[in-house]
């Protein structure tokens, strides 16, 4: 037996283009470096309350700075990021509340779906400029990712029940105990100690922390699929 895994938790909210850069690298080496990744569906609406922090995008300098930034990340990480034309109303106004209690219901009962339910909402926020607030939409994204319509269905009647609402606090409250103040947030275990890392660029980092091989947003084995 070799040795046993170190668990990695992302805590992730797919109103986040940053999370989702985090996701995709983080599910790329899952089965390159020696971790157990345990994705976590938060809320960055309560994350930012609790910390006393902003969207970036009300920063008008931050918020030019955002659009190139995301553009050459898009290409460096082959991720097919492309603003929302309506980007204030997206993020400010819609929100992201129903799409996050959606994925926690996913976890909670349909654990092995949640990576793909959870790509294919980013793909509609981020990639498509798609609708994830309304219940046809994200039926939508979960039968696209996989999901039986009765699966997808069911799922949906139980975002407002208090389980799921709990739990998708629970786990906001946790990313906060850990000291978050924005998405995405990884949090890695290491025998006695236990590491905070916020934002997508702090992944090299990471692979320093588990003594492991950075090679990259893409690595060799996985640009070789794409």
Known sequence: ????????????????PYSWLAFEVLCRYKNIWNISLQLQPTLIGGILRESGNQPPAMLPHKAVYLRSDLRLLSQ????????PKDFFSVILKKGSLTAMRFLTAVKMEHPELLEKVSRELWMRVWSRDEDITEPPSILAAAEKAGMSMEQAQEL???VSTPQVKNQLKETTEAACKYGAFGLPVTVAHLQDETHMLFGSDRLELLAHLLGEKWMGPVPPAVNAKL
């Open 76 to 83: 460096h990480h082959q991720v097919p990021i492309h603003f």
């Open 156 to 158: 949906l009647e139980r």
């Open 1 to 16: 037996m070799g040795p046993v895994p170190r668990t990695l938790e992302l805590f992730y909210d797919v109103l986040s």
